[in-house]
């Protein structure tokens, strides 16, 4: 498991999220807050997992590294992200709903090809790796929220940040599942 990656991943895919964790962190209670984003990054990097653990059964790997497409189609797309924060009685429901609308298919299409080839010992690891860095990313938005400056780097940089990082892991993707030594070796 590459850590770089994964936190490259982590970060890449949750960037528009950090928007909403300000707006969140100053509706609801840090502590509401972290559970709820926690569960919904558990949710869909177990998905992720489980969804690349069946398809690495029946494929080689290399041919799953094909799925390295997703984060590069992304990266090249239009964006069509819902910024709507979901209103809920439960503050974790709330934060919980509100990730999953935001960034499900993003997170999907992501990690499932970094997490597709790993084993389960692996997956816990690099589960327990996100979670310190959900709860770092919570308490250093929650410090920075108020800071002007911040909030105007993430709105005219933070798109296309995004987007080189989401290329970036697709061609990661494509190098180390070995899809590009196995194409080098077909050819003549």
């Not at 059964?57 to 984060?71: H, M």
């Not at 992501?110 to 860095?133: D, K, R, W, Y």
């Not at 105007?152 to 080189?164: K, Q």
Request: charged share 10%.
């Amino acid at each position: 498991m590459n850590y770089w990656v994964l936190a490259l991943t982590f970060l890449s895919v949750n960037l528009d999220f950090f928007f909403m964790l300000i707006f969140l962190l100053r509706k609801f209670p840090v502590t509401k807050v972290l559970l709820g984003y926690w569960l919904g990054i558990v949710v869909l990097m177990s998905a992720s997992y489980f969804i690349g653990r069946s398809l690495a059964a029946f494929l080689p790997e290399w041919l799953l590294g094909i799925l390295g497409v997703l984060p590069i189609y992304l990266a090249l797309r239009r964006d069509n992200d819902r910024d709507d924060v979901q209103q809920h009685r439960s503050a974790v429901w709330s934060v919980f709903l509100t990730y999953l609308s935001v960034c499900a298919g993003c997170n999907l299409a992501i990690f499932l090809p970094v997490l597709a080839g790993e084993t389960l010992t692996n997956f816990g690891l690099a589960l327990l790796f996100i979670s310190g860095l959900t709860v770092l990313i919570v308490f250093l938005i929650k410090l920075i929220a108020h800071i002007p400056l911040v909030n105007r780097m993430m709105t005219t940089h933070g798109e296309r940040l995004m987007r080189i990082c989401y290329l970036a892991i697709g061609l990661y993707v494509f190098w180390d599942s070995g899809l590009i030594h196995h194409l080098i070796s077909l050819w003549p």
